[in-house]
């Protein structure tokens, strides 16, 4: 526990957050999470692989899934040159790799669909991110566990080189269990958000992106309102989800993800300082605010 205050922010003390500790990367099997710890903190990471987490949780406690999957081969995708992985940590976490990256077999990806459904509340949404090879390959077998509303297209405005076209898009894939509409009807399916240049994480994502799926799915009646990131990498929908004063829930299996987690979270929460984000990601004077 990291505050003094139980009811704001916890992170799970079954965790241990030495990083340098490769066997510290997961917590024991039998980990469980009540109904009523489900909403007891503002936000709560746990350390714990993404299946054994969501077996974990109560059935139908979470109003809202929204998370951007570590896929297979994410790490070799992060590479330049020589092998240095891009961001602000210039290093190749553990065994060359910054993060354990899941293993999107078909089988796999069922499991993680067949226990977000389980946990989901009925009428809830869930945001699954995709890039264009995942989308091809898994997207369609969302469709055998909720009912796909949309494919909407995250546009990065800023875009790097490649060898072929370059990639300025990547997409999050909308869905719902039941028929809960989204809070408004004027929202569009192509967002402009920045994407963030040299971030600490390799992998991190704009607060508002994940501010726009919260806002686009909660609404003012929901007395109790949960998100859940079953990949939280550095904790931008934790952020996002305390901005929209919404209760938050995750894990993620590395050690170093909660580490940057932890301290982000616990800094946003006290100061309302994002540590890992300083500017937004949209220009207020020249965009208008689609969330």
């Known amino acids: 526990m990291l505050l003094e205050d139980e009811s704001r922010v916890h992170i799970s003390e079954h965790a241990h957050f ?57 790490n070799q995708h992060l590479k330049l040159g020589k092998g240095r992985i891009v961001g602000e ?3 190749k976490g553990i065994d060359g790799k910054w993060f354990a990256e899941f293993h ?29 090879y995942t989308m091809l390959t898994l997207g369609a077998v969302v469709r055998d566990y909720f009912n796909v509303k949309n494919i909407i297209t995250w546009d990065k405005v800023n875009i790097g080189m490649g060898h072929y076209f370059r990639r300025q898009t990547e997409f999050i894939l909308f869905a719902s269990k039941g028929k809960r509409p989204v809070s408004r009807r ?40 949960v998100v859940c990131d079953p990949f939280v990498g550095s904790g931008s929908a934790a952020v996002a989800a305390l901005r929209q004063g919404v209760s938050f829930i995750g894990c993620d299996i590395s050690a170093k993800s ?33 969330w």
């Open 258 to 290: 909660i580490e940057l987690c932890r301290d982000r979270i616990n800094i946003y929460d006290i100061e309302k300082v994002d540590i890992y984000q300083a500017k937004p990601a949209y220009n207020p004077e020249t965009q208008k605010k689609f």
């Open 104 to 132: 999107d077999t078909p089988e796999n990806y069922r499991l993680f669909l067949e226990q977000c459904f389980r946990v989901m509340k009925p009428d809830r949404h869930i945001f699954i991110m995709f890039d264009s």
């Open 18 to 74: 030495d990083i340098e500790d490769s066997d510290s990367r997961q917590m024991p099997l039998d980990i469980k999470i009540s109904a009523s710890e489900v909403t007891a903190s503002r936000a709560q990471v746990y350390q714990q692989d993404v299946i054994e987490f969501l077996s974990g949780l109560p059935s139908e406690s979470i109003d809202l899934i929204v998370t951007d999957p570590a896929y297979s081969g994410m």
């Open 186 to 225: 004027d929202i569009p399916d192509i967002w402009k958000i920045k994407r963030l240049h040299r971030a600490p994480y390799p992998t991190q994502k704009p607060v508002e992106l994940f501010e726009a799926m919260i806002a686009s799915s909660k609404s003012k009646d929901d007395a109790e309102f």
């Open 89 to 91: 940590y210039n290093q």
